[in-house]
């Protein structure tokens, strides 16, 4: 009896370490660290193999060993051929953008109120201010614009599916 109770007991333990299992997608490049991690949940961009350059957009809904499940279809891993994934956690990069142009856009601006309402002088432009205030849209446009997002699935980059127990 007491065997039977400490099989089952033992049983249910084990069931309970898969049943909280943690699936997601790496994507990562052969050979270095650089891996991106997607969960069920977030939106993927993808092209498959079979249809040239055309490009599906879906939310992740589950994950299988072989195949992603999305909310309209599913793929297996094996037949996407491009992944389009903007990497939505964290980097300098992602949050010194926006903040560099939106500092542009208030330093013109708030140049101008200061010009115009502040100390009551007619519209006019100040080249120092416009020359820093372009600099900083500038870069945090050129920073948005270098960030790759667009991963070829080739010797260098593979795509697959990843199942890890909690603990």
Do not use: C, H
Not at 134 to 153: D, E, F, R
């Amino acid at each position: 009896m007491i065997k039977k109770i400490a099989l089952l007991v033992g049983l249910m333990i084990f069931s309970l370490t898969y049943s909280f299992a943690q699936k997601f997608l790496v994507l990562e490049k052969m050979g270095t660290r650089k891996r991106i991690e997607i969960f069920p949940g977030e939106e993927l961009r993808y092209q498959l193999k079979s249809t040239g350059k055309y490009l599906y957009e879906d939310r992740i809904r589950d994950l299988k060993d072989s195949t992603i499940i999305f909310n309209l279809d599913t793929v297996k891993v094996t037949e996407i051929s491009k992944v389009y994934y903007k990497k939505q956690r964290g980097g300098l990069s992602a949050a010194l953008a926006p903040n560099l142009i939106g500092a542009g856009i208030l330093l013109f601006v708030g140049d101008q109120f200061n010009e115009v309402v502040i100390a009551g002088n007619e519209f006019s432009i100040n080249n120092g201010v416009v020359i820093a205030s372009s600099s900083l849209v500038g870069t945090g446009v050129a920073i948005l614009l270098l960030q790759k997002n667009k991963y070829t699935l080739t010797k260098n980059w593979r795509l697959r599916t990843v199942n890890l127990p909690r603990q």
